[in-house]
Nanobody, 126 residues
């Protein structure tokens, strides 16, 4: 059972923007590190962005650097992924994940994350 809930996915045209949100109903994740992964059909799940619980360390994959931005609002217990200038290759299911403490901010080992969401579909197509 997913403990995180993603929202904000949808179908957009190339160059458009989307903002994904992730919440944790009934739980407090203000002291956990957060990340966004994505998985395209036939491909492995990949790390897109990650953020320390206190905001001191941040990571964006090279493929999204300059277009995507991860942020969080601990007061609302939410994390966001602002996605600008979307490309067809960004099409994937996007997952939110949380870890009490990542060994490094760019941790790609799925087993290091304690909580996952069910994912939200992002489709970029003209």
């Amino acid at each position: 059972q997913a403990q995180l809930v993603e929202s904000g996915g949808g179908l957009v045209q190339p160059g458009e923007s989307l903002r994904l949100s992730c919440s944790a109903p009934g739980r407090t994740f203000s002291k956990s590190d957060k990340a966004w992964f994505r998985q395209a059909p036939g491909k492995e799940r990949e790390l897109v962005a990650a953020l320390r619980w206190n905001g001191e360390d941040i990571y964006h994959a090279d493929s999204v650097k300059g277009r995507f931005t991860i942020s969080r609002d601990n007061a609302k217990n939410e994390v966001y992924l602002q996605m600008n200038n979307l490309k067809p290759e960004d099409t994937a299911v996007y997952y939110c994940a949380a870890a009490f403490r990542l060994p490094t901010i760019a941790t790609m080992d799925l087993g290091k994350y304690d909580y996952w969401g069910q994912g939200t579909q992002v489709t970029v197509s003209s």
